[in-house]
């Protein structure tokens, strides 16, 4: 019984703590129980005692801090439930942090939300980084829950409108909508903001 106790007890630990001091780490985990009923995780077996136990995952983001607006991008990914990485790669495929920039179709400032839009998100300059980041975040966010946490059509959706999407019943067939969700996905993914 103490047994039992013992490895379920080793095996709540693993599964709540140890993925955490691994989070920057990659690779499989292997796993032995000696004659005394001590269980032992490996990342590097040294007999042939040891059975696969779990594979993990890198997880070794880049922090914001380098990317422009930073602090901004972080409060209104807060604020609106974004996740702040992907609100920067929206940002670096629409403008490149240009917050400028103007859209041949007329879209303004870092996020490119257009004058319609604008006036929906009550943004009333956005070529102002705050206004702009925090409207076009509050605008991501409500497209990523009207399509349940599906990131692609909810970039669709930001990129060629709604009824797009809802027209094709998915990602539009255009060529720019398409190459703008695969580089906002990248950027995202590969935390590649700069």
């Given at each position: 019984m103490k047994?039992?106790?013992f490895i379920s007890f080793a095996l709540i630990y693993f599964l709540f703590s140890v993925p955490l001091k691994l989070r920057n780490a990659r690779g499989d985990i292997y796993m032995r129980m000696d004659r005394n009923g001590v269980v032992h995780f490996s990342n590097a077996p040294v007999s042939t005692n040891y059975r696969f136990f779990m594979k993990t995952e890198r997880s070794n983001p880049v922090p914001l801090s380098g990317v422009p607006y930073h602090k901004i991008i972080e409060k209104a990914s807060r604020k609106f439930g974004v996740n702040s990485?992907?609100?920067?790669?929206?940002?670096?495929?629409?403008?490149?942090?240009?917050?400028?920039?103007?859209?041949?179709?007329?879209?303004?400032?870092?996020?490119?939300?257009?004058?319609?839009?604008?006036?929906?998100?009550?943004?009333s300059n956005p070529f102002d980084p705050a206004q702009n980041i925090y409207g076009g975040t509050k605008y991501l966010g409500g497209l990523i829950s009207r399509y349940k946490g599906n990131l692609p059509l909810a970039l669709a959706a930001y990129n060629a409108g709604s009824d797009a999407v809802s027209e094709y019943g998915g990602i539009p067939p255009y060529a720019e909508t398409k190459e703008y969700v695969k580089k906002v996905l990248y950027y995202y993914k590969n935390n590649k903001e700069k």
């Open positions: 047994k039992i106790f990485k992907l609100v920067a790669a929206v940002i670096k495929v629409e403008s490149n942090f240009n917050k400028n920039a103007v859209s041949g179709k007329g879209a303004e400032g870092l996020m490119q939300i257009i004058p319609g839009t604008q006036n929906l998100l009550d943004i």
